[in-house]
């Protein structure tokens, strides 16, 4: 079942600027990751966090997670054109049955 | 990384045929499988987990005679679509878990396959 919640539903910025969407979730979690899906294709590991991390970098990317509020937070810095996608953050509950929110759509003007 | 075939990208069909979808891990063991529907511009629903030499566990709503799983090894699960109809048109999604003790938490998805049946 769905439990994550992600807002903005959509997001569209400039080259260079930075991206920030947010993830809520319902219940407690093993781990939280983020995944890219570009159109019509299958999806790519972006980052996990544990729930006992709070910050984790990989490259461009800044993933933030509070357990205590349910959310988590991507950050794509100097964003490029090629990190047009959508954005999925996924909860993992111990079972790997990955619970999927509902997208952020990033496109990335030129 | 681990990478996780799906075959086929496309498939088109007519009302009340089968059709299959293979999902394949290249490159390791993945004794867990999970399949997963997308609609246009929604999430991922997890359909079903596919355990390899055991029946695959279903999720609530997801009828199993509709939607057939075999996991008979552990580089290759199917779903089979069966009866098909216009309203399971839809993109499917696999996932497998490296099951050689990695654990890393990290899933590997399939390319997807989109199902259109007229």
């Known amino acids: 079942s769905q439990q994550g919640e992600e807002d903005p539903q959509a997001l569209s910025i400039q080259e260079g600027e930075n991206a920030t969407m947010n993830c809520s979730y319902k219940?407690?979690?093993?781990?939280l990751q983020w995944y890219r899906q570009n159109s019509g294709r299958g999806l790519v590991h972006l980052i996990l966090i544990r729930s006992n991390e709070r910050e984790k970098h990989s490259g461009r990317l800044r993933v933030t997670l509070d357990t205590s509020k349910k959310s988590s937070s991507l950050l794509i810095t100097a964003s490029r054109a090629a990190d047009t996608a959508s954005y999925f953050c996924a909860t993992d509950r111990y079972d790997y049955k990955l619970s999927f929110g509902a997208g952020t759509t990033v496109t990335v003007r030129a | 990384g681990a990478v996780v075939s799906q075959h086929p990208s496309r498939v088109i069909c007519k009302s009340g045929t089968s059709v299959k979808i293979e999902c394949r891990s290249l490159?390791?063991?993945?004794?867990?499988m999970f399949w997963y529907r997308q609609f246009p511009k929604q999430s991922l629903m997890l359909m079903a987990t596919s355990n390899e030499g055991s029946k695959a566990t279903y999720e609530q709503g997801v009828e199993k005679d509709k939607f057939l799983i075999n996991h008979a090894s552990l580089t290759l699960s199917t779903l089979t679509v069966t009866s098909a109809h216009p309203e399971d048109s839809s993109f499917y999604i696999c996932?497998?878990?490296?099951?050689?003790?990695?654990?890393?938490?990290?899933?590997?998805f399939g390319e997807g396959s989109r199902l259109t049946v007229l």
């Open positions: 996932s497998a878990r490296d099951g050689r003790g990695r654990n890393t938490g990290e899933l590997f």
């Open positions: 219940t407690s979690i093993n781990n």
């Open positions: 490159d390791f063991q993945a004794t867990t």
